[in-house]
């Protein structure tokens, strides 16, 4: 059986030895086997998972989801429900942030001109007129 050490399967993944280390000890690869002088070894097909996480990672799943779509795979399940409801829920996720970040634009864009006309007309503030603005 042709086996990999962890360099070799970070470099051939797009991950670093340290994310290798991370995903067996967390469950998403089974755990490597060892060498007589200690060394993690491990198999070819490894390299396709660790890919797989890679490409997750990129699109931001967590590593709980991530496990849970593996354990559905290795349990024979086709997983790509599970992915839509995850991928759904990100996207849920950041219209909840752009919209949060938009109404925070807009109350920085009002405060900034409250603060701007009141420095205008030469108006005190007691520490600073764009916070004290703000209220």
């Avoid at 967590?62 to 992915?83: H, M, N, Y």
């Avoid at 920085?108 to 701007?116: G, N």
Wanted: charge should be neutral; hydrophobic fraction near 40%; include cysteine.
């Amino acid at each position: 059986m042709n086996t990999l050490t962890v360099s070799q399967v970070a470099e051939r993944s797009g991950l670093t030895p340290r994310a290798v280390r991370l995903y067996e000890r967390r469950g998403l690869i089974p755990a490597a086997t060892r060498t007589d002088s200690g060394y993690r070894t491990y198999a070819a097909n490894d390299v396709d998972v660790l890919r797989f996480i890679h490409q997750a990672r990129e699109l931001d799943l967590s590593l709980d989801e991530i496990k849970r779509i593996l354990d559905l795979q290795q349990a024979g399940v086709t997983p790509c429900a599970t992915v839509l409801d995850i991928i759904d829920t990100h996207i849920l996720e950041i219209d909840d942030k752009v919209r949060s970040l938009r109404e925070l634009r807009t109350t920085l864009v009002k405060v900034r001109r409250m603060a701007h006309d009141s420095i205008g007309k030469g108006e005190n503030a007691l520490v600073c007129r764009i916070v004290e603005a703000s209220s």
